[in-house]
């Protein structure tokens, strides 16, 4: 079992940027794709991006697509969400997540506490 603690949230202008982070507990941090997910007030849990076990290969929902970067260092323990560009619509509570094989098997098995990120126009 792994545990994910998240920082980086936070109040951010419409047009700027924000990087959040997930630090995962113990060891083998190398054999989990992480992922992060978001839900906005009143509408379903949305995946956003995802990352290979060695970071070579990453997923992105379209709506992101070319303002957010995921990433990771395996020596820290991190994964990480650059968001560029930021709209209001990308306001949300976001969480990373952990699972062996995740994208194989669609699902994550653990989950980080969330953080509020909230864009203002």
């Known amino acids: 079992q792994v545990q994910l603690a998240q920082s980086g949230g936070g109040l951010v202008q419409a047009g700027g940027s924000l990087r959040l982070s997930c630090e995962a507990s113990?060891?083998?941090?190398?054999?989990?794709?992480m992922g992060w997910i978001r839900q906005a007030p009143g509408k379903e849990r949305e995946f956003v991006a995802h990352?290979?076990?060695?970071?070579?290969?990453?997923k992105y929902t379209d709506s992101v697509k070319g303002r957010f970067t995921i990433s990771r260092d395996n020596a820290k323990n991190t994964v990480y969400l650059q968001m560029n560009s930021l709209k209001a619509d990308d306001t949300a509570v976001y969480y990373c997540?952990?699972?062996?094989?995740?994208?194989?098997?669609?699902?994550?098995?653990?989950w980080g506490q969330g953080t509020q990120v909230t864009v203002s126009s």
């Open positions: 113990g060891h083998s941090f190398d054999s989990y794709d």
């Open positions: 997540a952990a699972g062996v094989s995740a994208w194989v098997r669609g699902e994550y098995d653990y």
């Open positions: 990352i290979s076990r060695s970071g070579d290969i990453t």
